[in-house]
Every structure is written in structure tokens, then in C-alpha cells.
């Protein structure tokens, strides 16, 4: 669901898209491009890490590493990788907590860049629902995308997608992948105010 | 520091202020004491939990279990207890990390509430500086107080103080002691943040 969302926008703001998948026609994958139009494409995850400049991980956290393992070091070498992802254990059920060794002293972005260190990771938009990710208007008034990462580039490349592209107004840097430990850590919280508002239409916003 | 601005707070509001410390008569509760007027007096742990109807802990989350122990079960049996801790272990330097013990499956709200069945424990004020805790107009505009506690009662009373003696316009509950685990996961950002913003003059506010 986070990977077609933001896939579709992506698509709609005119760059091509290629949506990776365990099977190179998996069949969610298949029936989305049918929809997106000509600019969107599937096929496995090293398919679409070879085929992108950019490289949104939109699977979910406890399967995180492994996809992009399929993706492969060498197709996300020296590339952009924005890290949506957070590494939730549903096995207790709700709420969930974070995967122990992913979290505190260590999280799911560091892991990432950790095990790919020639790919650029960037953590953004995993504090909030996917539609909000990219219609920050879905909740009114003002409320902050969290973004960080060790590459200033990267973060400016990915903060201009935000921006421009998915029309938030302003992002708010953290500083190094460290922060993911903290932006991952809002996830307890947020599951939890979805649960008491019966819905994921809310957003944080720091206030000074 | 948190113990002295709630305590000043407390006794402003007309309540009877025991600040409790390792010792009867440590230095600094003494010296609070001679500024803070006929309401205030100190003691032991022991002697401050003997003596309220509620008691705020406001030792430093690291200290608070052995602190609470030092109180006495008997002396906190019935009562409530506002937690305002944050286990953060500064032992690797800044930002630092939650106890690992005591967050994500566990908080040191819960872990409080599990050692001192009889007492009721309130989590809250645990997300913010202490001198917006007693003056939440110190930042502008409406944000947030998370309160949380299994006894209904307990969070009604505590959250008139907050309420009606500290001036927030309202409190966010979030359900049993368990949030607690959700708050005090908050500090790691919060400490980014202030980090950041080289302040402490900030708050949280979920917006939807």
C-alpha cells in the first residue's frame, strides 16, 4: 500500500516508476501498472534497484533487510536509498513494539546503511500514514516530516521531492541516520493515537 | 531541579509541599524550603511519602526504583503516584538511550506500577521541560500533555492538578500504564530536538 501511494505520485509528477517485488510479476505489482500508465513498470527488487536512481523502501521493516539484500548491494550502489520503513512486531499483537535489536541504541535506518554502505539512506516520511505522505494537506494547518541521514546531498535530492513534489512545505532535518533511533521510536505513539482516533489522519508538529 | 519547579508550583497553589531526598535534611531541599514559604518542608523519602496524598516522582528515572523503594510501599500504599521519569541512560554520552530493560516491551512507568501494586500510578509531564510542565503558555499556541495510569480515578485527580493548578487547557489520555512505554519513547527526539533547537522551549502537539 506505501510502495503503490507513493509510486502513483511519483508517476503523476511525470517519473517513471519501476515497482519491485519478490517475483518479477507479482500480481499486485502487475495490476497497479496497469493503472499508474506508461511511466510505471514491476518487476523483482534487484530488477528495480538496477533500474531507479532513487530507491524508496516501502516493504515492511521486518522484512526490510532481506528485500533489499534481493535488490541487491550493487544495483543500490552510490544510489539514494529513502528508508519509509519501520521495523514493527505485530507477533504479541496490538499495539506492536519495535524489533529490540532495531531499536534504542540502534534502528532499521542505521541497519540499512550499515549493511549498504554505498548506498545514501535517507529516513523520511515513516512517522505517518502513506496517504498523508504524499498530501500533506489530508491534516490541516502545519505538522513536520522528520528527515535524516549521514549524506547532505542525498537529504537535499530527497527533501526536494518532499517539497516540490509531494507539497510539504518544509522538512525537518535531524541531523545523521543516528536520528532514525528517534523518529522510529514515534511509532509506539503513533499506533497508539490511531487505535484511541480510530484513524491514521493525524500528524505530529514540534511547537516553539 | 523538576522536584523544586513542581513543588514551587504546588505550594503557589496552596498545597502542603514535603520535598523528600536521600537524607532529612539535605542542602539543597533546605534551601528550597527557606524560599518556598510556610507550605514547604523536607525529609526523608520515606518521611515525603508518609506525608502526601500524592506524590510526583521527579528523581532522575535511572535512581527512581531505589528511590521509590527508599519511600516505602507502605508509605505510597493507596496513594498516587505522578510519574514524571524518563529512564535515559547518559552513559555512552549525548543524545543518550532508554534502559533497555525499561523501554519498548517495558517502561519505567510500568515497571514502577508492577513493583508498587498498591499504588496508582499516573504517568505524566514526562515529554516536556520542567518549567513548561508548571507554564505551558511558554510556548505558544495549544500542544500536548500525554497522561496515562490504570486507576480512572487517579488520572481524574492528577489531571485536575494539571488541568485547573498547572494551566494546560487539557490532557490527552492515553489509556493504561502500558502508554507509558509511548511517552517516555518520545525523549530520544525530544532530546534531538533540543539538541537542535539549543532549547528546551518546545512541545509535542498531534495535530489532525
Redesign the interface.
Known sequence: MVGKTIGTKLVELGHEVKMGSRTANNEKAVEWVKGAGAKASQGTFADAAAFSEIVFNCTKGEVSIEALKAAGANNLKGKILVDVANALDFSKGM?P??T?EL???NSLGEEIQRIFPDTKVVKALNTMNCVLMVNPKL?????DL?VCGNDADAKAKVSEILIKGFGWPEVLD??DIT?A???E??L??W???MM??Q?P????????
Open positions: 499495539p513494539f519495535l529490540p531499536t534504542n541504541t491534516v490541516p494547518g502545519s505538522h522528520f535531524m541531523g536520528a533511533r528517534a523518529t521510536m514515534l509506539p505513539i499506533v497508539r493515537l484511541k482516533f484513524s489522519n493525524f500528524n505530529f508538529k514540534i511547537v516553539r
